[in-house]
């Protein structure tokens, strides 16, 4: 089936550790995007790419980085820089530049929690 | 990518039709409408999109003013797991950036 897969669900860390969230997507979509969604809130975006090897940051980059070193594959690390990592966690992927008004796909989410 | 207004919550008696306001009043000429929606604790679902013209589809309508300035999702026979946050996007192109605004919870009454 295609779609955009995050993993895992559920994460745990210890305060001060990085961690990576996993997302991949077999849609042959050229922009992908990392979101933040806190209790109650809407979804914030940390960064985003529009093409294999480059990405932008977002409106809440800070204690983020990405990497993009395929199409198939953005993944978040959430550094210890970040002062509140514990979030739920969106990814999303869109066709990019080359098919116009198309739609974003999302995947289910990764609720990461940090004691 | 202009910014769009919406209310913070709406109520809906169920089999009633749902109507959800959106205002973006900075939009450009070449930017779409989206709405999307997020039930509790899942990623967002794509509902429907355009550009000026009215659209339609199996799972809701979409209005856009003759000015663009604003547009309204119906959901014409509103169920209780209609119940969600509904987000109203304006974007260019499929490949930029996508900012969600604070959305709508529309809440569906038995």
């Known amino acids: 089936d295609g779609g955009i897969t995050q993993s895992p669900k559920y994460l745990f860390r210890k305060e001060g550790q990085n961690v990576t969230l996993s997302c991949e997507q077999n849609?042959?979509?050229?922009?992908m995007y990392w979101y933040r969604q806190d209790p109650g809130q809407g979804l914030r975006l940390i960064y985003y790419?529009?093409?294999?090897?480059?990405?932008q940051k977002g409106d809440i980059a800070e204690g983020y980085s990405v990497s993009r070193e395929k199409k198939e594959s953005f993944p978040l690390t959430v550094t210890s820089a970040q002062k509140n990592p514990t979030a739920f966690y969106l990814c999303?992927?869109?066709?990019?530049?080359?098919?116009?008004?198309?739609?974003?796909?999302f995947g289910q989410g990764t609720r990461l929690t940090v004691v | 990518d202009a910014k769009t207004t919406q209310p913070t919550s709406m109520d809906c008696a169920e089999g009633r039709a749902a109507n959800l306001p959106c205002n973006h009043s900075?939009?450009?000429?070449?930017?779409?409408v989206y709405w999307y929606r997020q039930i509790h604790s899942q990623g967002p679902q794509y509902i429907i999109h355009?550009?000026?013209n009215n659209e339609t589809n199996e799972m809701a309508s979409l209005i856009i003013t003759e000015d663009r300035k604003s547009s309204t999702l119906i959901l014409p026979h509103a169920t209780l797991r209609d119940t969600a946050v509904y987000y109203c996007?304006?974007?260019?192109?499929?490949?930029?950036?996508?900012?969600f605004g604070q959305g709508t919870i529309l809440t569906v009454h038995p």
């Open positions: 999303a992927s869109s066709p990019g530049q080359s098919r116009m008004n198309t739609e974003a796909f």
């Open positions: 849609l042959n979509h050229d922009a």
């Open positions: 790419s529009q093409i294999v090897n480059d990405f």
């Open positions: 900075t939009i450009s000429g070449n930017e779409y």
């Open positions: 355009g550009l000026k």
């Open positions: 996007i304006v974007r260019v192109y499929s490949g930029g950036k996508l900012t």
